[in-house]
């Protein structure tokens, strides 16, 4: 049989493609939708961001106003709740929303991080509230993977998913570039 290739030759680059895919997935990290995001009419336009998000829930107001949302930073919606003689416990309560909403705001955004041992986003916890219902308009779960992304890069890729969950972009199955924004 000279001349013929042994069989582990030929697996080889075949298992190296499979390889090669499963890093590309795992490396980056995960996004999940929680529930859908309900279709608003009008569509926002402004959002508050809550201060218990502190920085980085700052990184994903800038993010997000690159995307045409106009931002409420999270110390300007902490002197708004100052202003009202109110807590940050209070922020959700209807008094609070319907004042966001006679000021312009269409809707609250809330972020919880937990960091990792390494001092990055480990995972983040996201939900937007209508402030004409009070009521959850969606949210995102999004975890970080074993080749760590950066505070900027973890903001940029979670208020990406989150502007196409807002925007009601259908997810008929994800795109290499969609996967790519969820991780």
Not at 4 to 16: C, D, G, H, Q, V
Request: net charge negative; glycine share 12%.
């Amino acid at each position: 049989m000279r001349g013929a290739i042994p069989e582990s030759s030929k697996t080889r680059p075949l298992l190296a493609l499979a390889l090669l895919l499963l890093l590309n997935g795992c490396a980056a990290g995960w996004g999940v939708p929680v529930g859908r995001f309900q279709p608003m009419d009008p569509p926002l336009k402004t959002i508050a961001l809550a201060p218990n998000g502190g920085i980085f829930a700052d990184l994903i107001g800038i993010e997000l106003s690159e995307q045409g949302y106009t931002i409420v930073d999270t110390g300007a919606t902490l002197a708004l709740l100052v202003f009202m003689q109110r807590t940050q416990d209070d922020l959700l309560s209807p008094e609070i929303m319907a004042m966001f909403k006679g000021r312009g705001i269409d809707a609250v955004l809330v972020v919880q991080k937990v960091d990792g041992t390494d001092g990055l986003p480990q995972t983040v916890h996201m939900r937007l509230y209508s402030t004409t219902s009070s009521a959850d308009v969606g949210g995102l779960e999004w975890g970080n993977s074993w080749i760590r992304r950066g505070v900027l890069e973890s903001a940029q890729a979670i208020a990406a998913a989150m502007s196409k969950g807002l925007r009601g972009e259908e997810r008929r199955g994800p795109s290499a570039s969609e996967t790519e924004i969820l991780m």
